[in-house]
Every structure is written in structure tokens, then in C-alpha cells.
T-cell receptor, first 111, second 115 residues
């Protein structure tokens, strides 16, 4: 069974204090790994898709990287508006409709 | 551009009452459509997915059903709600053009409270 584990569950940063969120996964052949941002009471907002180990993608202060067993979401010099829950999900190669989500990392950036 | 509409945003229903949540997608054809439920402290749980009209797959046996009467319309229903049906329900779509474009885009969700 596909599994996604995100750590830490919660992270509190000072504004400007860079850090990384971790997503460890187990899947029988990876078709894609996704990162989403979710604000309270809202639907998840798509950020990135990574397909193969070594791939990196960037968007503003966020950079996502992928290895064969985990993905990292690096946040450089975060701002209070980056506060949200960040979700990781994987899609197996064998059943492309099925995506397994982690429980997320709740990030709080303090001014 | 593509947009997804989901309503209502919040709903309070008594136990035993029926449920109908609706989701529509604009700006794309033949999308894959999904219903998820999100419980506090748990990941998103896939309830149903659909690759075409009247083609529905259920992931979890439960008190809910889904229908897709039109290409871009997805409905989540229940005949009799249970307390355990309370949660945050999310509709999502992904491109039906092929397996390479598989990221899903979500609606704003419906907070359902069964009392």
C-alpha cells in the first residue's frame, strides 16, 4: 500500500528563517509527487509536480526537490503570508487516478 | 482558464436527512473528477473518482454515492446522513488528456456538520 509521511507535523519559524519540510514516501513505482498549499477552511492549492529523482522546481520562496524515497520543500526567507499547511501526495505508476496524501505540515511564520 | 465551483461552502444537516453536494468544472473537457473527504489530523481520503459520464469508481464503502450526469458535473449524495459523515468535502479535477498531466485542482470545499 502506498504511504506518505510528512514531518514535522507543525513548524514555527521567525520571518526570514529558512527551513525544510520533509515528505517520505513508499510507492510501487512513482508516477508523480505533488506539493500543495492549504489555507484554513480552503481547498488545497497546487504548487509543484515532481516526476523523477534529482528533479527540482521553484516558485518564489519555495523550492521542491525529489529523491527516490523522499521530497523536500525548502522555504527560503519565509514571510508571514507563507503560513499554511503544506501537503505532499504521491501517484503510483500503476493506477493513475489514485493519489495518496500525507497529513501535512502546518507552517506558522511569525513576523 | 479552468475553474472549479463547489457548493455550498457550509452545511448543517440533521442525522437521517439526505445530502447533495455539487461540483462543476469550467474551461476543460472530459476531466477526471474526484470527491475527497478531509478529517482533522488525517490526510485527504479519496471517496470517488470518475473518468467519464456515468463512470464512477468508489474507493471506500460507505454511506455516500456519487453521480456524473454531465461531463463537467459531479454530485456527491447520501440518502440518510450519519454523524460520522461530518467533515470537509473537496471536489477536484485533473486533465483527462493522459497520465502525464496528473496534478489535481481543488474546489474550495464544503464543511458538512451532521447534528
Amino acid at each position: 500500500e502506498d504511504q506518505v509521511t510528512q514531518s514535522p507535523e507543525a513548524l514555527r519559524l521567525q520571518e526570514g528563517e529558512s527551513s525544510s519540510l520533509n515528505c517520505s514516501y513508499t510507492v510501487s513505482g512513482l508516477r508523480g509527487l505533488f506539493w500543495y498549499r492549504q489555507d484554513p477552511g480552503k481547498g488545497p492549492e497546487f504548487l509543484f509536480t515532481l516526476y523523477s529523482a534529482g528533479e527540482e522546481k521553484e516558485k518564489e520562496r519555495l523550492k521542491a526537490t525529489l529523491t527516490k524515497k523522499e521530497s523536500f520543500l525548502h522555504i527560503t526567507a519565509p514571510k508571514p503570508e507563507d503560513s499554511a499547511t503544506y501537503l505532499c501526495a504521491v501517484q503510483a505508476a500503476w493506477g493513475y487516478q489514485k493519489v495518496t496524501f500525507g497529513t501535512g505540515t502546518k507552517l506558522q511564520v511569525i513576523p | 482558464s479552468q475553474t472549479i465551483h463547489q457548493w455550498p461552502a457550509t452545511l448543517v444537516q440533521p442525522v437521517g436527512s439526505p445530502l447533495s453536494l455539487e461540483c462543476t468544472v469550467e474551461g476543460t473537457s472530459n476531466p477526471n473528477l474526484y470527491w475527497y473527504r478531509q478529517a482533522a489530523g488525517r490526510g485527504l481520503q479519496l471517496l470517488f473518482y470518475s473518468i467519464g459520464i456515468d463512470q464512477i469508481s468508489s474507493e471506500v464503502p460507505q454511506n455516500l454515492s456519487a453521480s456524473r450526469p454531465q461531463d463537467r458535473q459531479f454530485i456527491l449524495s447520501s440518502k440518510k446522513l450519519l454523524l460520522s459523515d461530518s467533515g470537509f468535502y473537496l471536489c477536484a479535477w485533473s486533465s483527462g488528456a493522459g497520465p502525464t498531466n496528473t496534478e489535481a485542482f481543488f474546489g474550495q470545499g464544503t464543511r458538512l456538520t451532521v447534528v
